[in-house]
């Protein structure tokens, strides 16, 4: 069942194909169209127009990067992750670190970011984006519309994971009764990413999501709430209405970045 907020944004959206794109079809989900998606032809579409022949580019020679089955939806937490980052990454340290901050991060940024970066090939946790400041790494989830984190199936693959990868990098960061089975896998994902903190006490996890969808609030509390004293300053909540307003009032960004925070605002805030 969708939520409110759920609900809203599709709305929105879909007068956004309509007005902003000037798409009249609606793209198919499980044999059903909806306005909100786009044609699986006119994907490319979901990336916003002043970056889209860069990111093109970017993501052709970035093959290792592929597209989420969704990518054609508007509600696209990936595409919203490209829209994003992207334009700011890309155009030098100052916008880099102006979004950085945005997000919690306030620290010089390198040139070394990516998307969809996996830490520990043999772990496989995905963060959306991870960027380099000059002390540490930065992970950050990106959510838009999802009514919840990812969870995972209590099989033997997952418990074997959780005895010999999670539980010896969770142990001192997070209440033990997280490492219980049940609860383990009941969040699984943000556990994952908070597991990815083990490595270098000063890398840091941002977790990136509308302040409206309040589906999402609960579950993230209840897990911060579980996490040791020592760790939960180098974990942030950042909230995508207000980064994007930030983005958009910040004079020392140039003016065609400024303008872009308000085009991003136009598709994704309601």
Known sequence: MKTDYQQSLQTHLANYARNSLNVLEGGTYRGKAYPHILPKSLQVLNLLETSRAALQAYLKTHPSIKLHMYFHHLNSSQAFAFNLFFPFFSAGAGPARALSSTLGVDDEITSDWEFEHIADANEG???DVMWRTTSARVFCEVK???RGFGKAINDPEHRSKLEKIYKPRLTNMIASNFLEESTFFKNYQLLRNISLLAANEADCLVILHPRANRSLREPLQKVLAGVSPAIRPRIQVAYVE??????????????????YASKLIEKYVV
């Not at 983005?247 to 003016?255: K, Q």
């Open 125 to 127: 946790t995905n963060a």
């Open 144 to 146: 838009l519309s999802e």
């Open 242 to 259: 207000e980064c994007l307003e930030s983005l958009r009032s910040n004079t020392l960004l140039p003016v065609g970045l400024r303008s």
